[in-house]
């Protein structure tokens, strides 16, 4: 990272973990105890950018590189989807997990908005603009899975043991383990498609950063060797006078030959 963007990396990191402070005492301090809310996700996924945020940022005051990329997607996705099934799952009357708002302190409701609200969109913002781009693969969004997936496991266990669900969508209780197994394919499909969408800004937000090398200038061509001008033809030597003909000597006279007669008797 430059040196000039370590003030504002750090600046947005310490905020993210002043908001999970803040959001955790808040809601403590309503009816909800300490103990009571560890077991929920919000919770849980809200400490972990709180502690990886407070990490970033020291390193980022000090000059060293960032965590893992991996991680720290893996961890914003964990917020992300802490806001995205608040807003749009539990706290939504037309959804079917819709949970019943209970009548919140003041200091309750500024909380559960820092939990749910605030501090997703400072770990968002601290993703997009200071991670380092290009490092996230495919693959990834698969991986980033294991967490939500053990949460699952640990919210049937617990409700085995003391009767009661941290939400409505895991409650087999309530759906059965058939049911269950339903919701939780399909926010797995969500989640890992909400991964893909995080490494594919990360895709965009690298060719941004990283502009294509520009094209080189074309070598410059040797000049082309002037035309000499071809001297004038040369002339034409006439062809000496033909041979006059020799006119051919007469024929020499032919001599009649001498007839032999047969001497008288």
């Known amino acids: 990272m430059s040196l000039r963007r370590r003030p504002a990396a750090v600046a947005v990191r310490v905020l993210v973990v002043l908001g999970v402070v803040a959001g955790i005492v808040l809601t403590a301090a309503g009816p909800a105890t300490l103990t009571g809310m560890l077991p929920y996700f919000t919770i849980q996924s809200n400490l972990a950018v709180g502690l990886l945020a407070g990490y970033a940022a020291a390193r980022a005051w000090w000059g060293r590189p960032d965590p893992p990329s991996a991680l720290r997607g893996a961890v914003t996705l964990y917020i992300t989807i802490t806001g995205v099934v608040y807003h749009l799952v539990l ?35 601290d993703w997009a603009l200071f991670d380092h781009r290009g490092r996230l693969r495919p693959r990834y969004a698969a991986w980033w899975l294991a967490f939500p997936l053990a949460y699952l496991g640990f919210a049937l266990v617990r409700g085995l043991l003391v009767g009661s669900y941290p939400y409505p969508f895991v409650d087999a209780g309530q759906l059965g383990y058939a049911g269950v197994a339903v919701s939780a394919a399909g926010f797995a499909a969500a989640f890992w498609l909400l991964g893909l969408a995080f490494v594919g800004v990360d895709r965009v937000l690298t060719r941004r950063v990283r502009p294509s090398a520009p094209t080189a200038p074309p070598e410059p061509t040797a000049p082309a060797a002037p035309t000499i001008p071809a001297g004038p033809a040369a002339s034409t030597v006439p062809a000496g006078p033909t041979a006059s003909t020799v006119p051919a000597k007469p024929a020499a006279p032919t001599i009649p030959a001498t ?5 008288p008797g």
């Open 91 to 125: 706290a939504n009357p037309a959804s079917p997990f819709a949970m019943a708002q209970p009548d919140r302190t003041l200091a309750d409701a500024v909380g559960n908005q820092f939990l749910h609200t605030v501090v997703p969109l400072l770990a968002v913002a």
């Open 259 to 263: 007839s032999t007669g047969t001497p």
